[in-house]
């Protein structure tokens, strides 16, 4: 029978430790998604072995600063130059920032935007 996942609630001054303990612990980096719910972005960070993830949740506002962990594991500059290009999260110390070009849209941080139902005009047709 497969575990149930779980997603720990942690704070943002945790993230690089709990990113060097899974890498010690042989976890490989799964995915780093990002969501806004209101006015707070939830960040998740998964990660693998045998089979079983670990999924870490830090909460933050915009203007707040997420600290990278591409010192820890490389290939996570993709997951938080998106997050920056996006939502218009601060993340600090990416090893390859691309400081904001790395999406082209036409819309600045297009998922920070909240829409209101009036902004939303095709919805109802």
């Not at 904001?100 to 941080?109: E, L, P, W």
Request: overall charge negative; charged content about 25%.
């Amino acid at each position: 029978m497969m575990e149930p996942q779980t997603i720990v609630p942690i704070s943002v001054g945790e993230v690089v430790q709990k990113a060097e303990q899974e890498k010690k612990d042989g976890c490989r980096l799964v995915l780093m998604s990002c969501t806004k719910i209101d006015d707070i972005f939830e960040v998740i960070y998964s990660y693998e072995k045998d089979l079983r993830l670990k999924n870490y949740r830090i909460t933050v506002k915009q203007g707040d600063e997420i600290p990278s962990i591409s010192g820890i594991y490389w290939g996570s500059f993709v997951y938080e130059n998106e997050m920056n290009d996006l939502f218009g999260l601060n993340v600090t110390g990416i090893n390859i920032d691309f400081k904001g070009h790395f999406f082209q849209t036409s819309v600045k941080h297009p998922f920070s935007v909240t829409i209101t139902k009036e902004d939303d005009a095709c919805q109802n047709r």
